[in-house]
């Protein structure tokens, strides 16, 4: 039986690893390929990891640094940050990356979903919505939530799906960072319009978040980055707890 | 020294980065001197199956692949291509194992990503897996049961997770996206 994931994500600036708060204040968690072995050990599923200021001039930094990371672990792994042409698609995916994820260039441009798809193959091809519950509605935000746009949440990931992406990355701007829990309502009806896996990001605090998120959406994955970055949960621990409440895991 | 097919497949890298972790030397090539000469031969496999054999064909490495009396080890696309025929780009394959290659129906979401376990396992690839151990799978198509399947998987309908006919094996998972499971089928591969 196919396994639900657990993913921590692994925000990178300037080579380290940091955490933001409510896509604010930032804190220092570590070196990236050192922490991404300890989650190979720790027996996680697949790592992502987001260079969240990534501008033209570092966008080598991020190729030399995926280099790295996939001469030393064996998962899967997703890279996003700063990508805009299929040129840098190609450059993360022969350093080594499995998939990349892009966000405000697809928004920009649909058509890079389709020109990814047709090149690489939909398998490589994370679309991120970073969502916000606006007026009723679940809009998509872009540029790291500073930007927001017209475009519903649901209508996108449809969208996103038909055009060529191969799994959705879906980020509540409103519950990450907060620790209270995934937003459930907006996961479960994107998981439950498209055909492709959807990953739930934002809001894990507790070992029971993710039974919840597991239990009461479709989503294939949960993402979470502070709590496995500091230790408060332990992913062996967080599996074991799974896997007793019924929930189908790797442990 | 281990010879990594070259050719229009992506993340050719991550396998001679986990032969490289095993202290395995390797090279990837599209050579024909070079792949007979192998001690044993490498089908990396993220791709499209019609390009793909595009690509085999142009450098005329078709011929080449199934001439080989080495061990062989068709990854994802790479078991694909060596089934009979695929359904992605409607184009005839290597027909080294007797097996048409289909897209999964959509009774569940695709691609079938993730970890998942696999049964019914037959074979020295398998040497020290326990039935609980999971592998990482990603792919929208796949080759269904046949006299050559040694492991199954079962999502949304049961089917190859490998394959071996002769010296020619093959996998649906990514031993070198699959931990210390996937590590260990790739060892007993090379120790063949």
Request: proline fraction near 3%; glycine fraction near 10%; charged fraction near 20%.
């Amino acid at each position: 039986m196919l396994k639900k994931r657990i993913i921590p994500c692994l925000d990178i600036m300037e080579g380290r690893t940091v955490k933001g708060v409510n896509f604010g204040d930032l804190r220092d968690a570590g070196d990236p390929v050192e922490l991404a072995e300890k989650y190979v050990e720790q027996r996680a599923d697949e790592l992502v990891f987001l260079d969240i200021t990534s501008t033209i001039e570092q966008h080598g930094l991020l190729t030399g640094l995926v280099r790295k990371i996939a001469a030393r672990i064996n998962l899967p792994f997703t890279v996003g940050g700063g990508i805009s042409t299929l040129g840098d698609v190609g450059d993360l995916l022969n350093a080594g990356a499995d998939k990349v994820t892009i966000n405000s260039s697809a928004v920009r441009n649909p058509g890079l979903i389709t020109d990814i798809a047709g090149h690489f193959g939909s398998q490589c091809l994370v679309l991120a919505i970073d969502a916000k519950f606006v007026n009723n509605e679940w809009l998509v935000f872009i540029d790291g939530g500073r930007t927001a746009t017209e475009l519903k949440a649901v209508g996108w990931a449809e969208r996103a799906e038909k055009s060529g992406a191969g799994e959705i990355l879906l980020t509540s701007m409103d519950a990450d960072g907060t620790r209270s829990g995934f937003s459930l309502a907006i996961t479960r009806e994107i998981a439950a319009r498209v055909n492709i896996p959807v990953i739930a990001s934002g809001g894990a605090g507790t070992m029971e978040h993710f039974r919840e998120v597991f239990s009461r959406t479709g989503c294939s994955g949960a993402l979470a980055a502070g709590i496995f970055h500091y230790g408060e949960i332990a992913i062996p621990e967080l599996k074991r707890y799974l896997k007793l409440k019924g929930i189908n895991v790797r442990v | 020294m281990i010879a990594i097919l070259k050719y229009s497949a992506g993340n050719v890298e991550s396998v001679s980065n986990a032969l490289t972790r095993l202290g395995y030397e390797s090279k990837i090539t599209d050579d024909p001197g070079e792949l007979m000469a192998a001690d044993k031969v490498i089908i990396p496999g993220v791709g499209e199956a019609g390009s793909a054999m595009k690509y085999l064909r142009d450098k005329k490495l078709d011929g080449v692949i199934v001439a080989l009396k080495q061990p062989v080890l068709g990854i994802c696309l790479g078991l694909q291509l060596l089934c009979s025929y695929s359904d992605e780009g409607a184009v005839k394959c290597l027909d080294v194992f007797d097996a048409h290659v289909k897209k999964f129906p959509p009774f569940d979401k695709v691609p079938h990503m993730g970890w998942n376990s696999f049964t019914a396992l037959k074979g020295a690839l398998f040497r020290g897996i326990k039935a609980d151990d999971d592998v990482y799978y990603v792919h929208s198509y796949y080759a269904g049961i046949t006299d050559f399947t040694t492991a199954i998987c079962d999502y949304v309908l049961p089917f190859s997770a490998a394959m071996h006919k002769g010296n020619f094996y093959g996998v649906q998972f990514h031993p070198e996206k699959s931990a210390d499971a996937g590590n260990l089928i790739l060892k007993n591969f090379l120790e063949l």
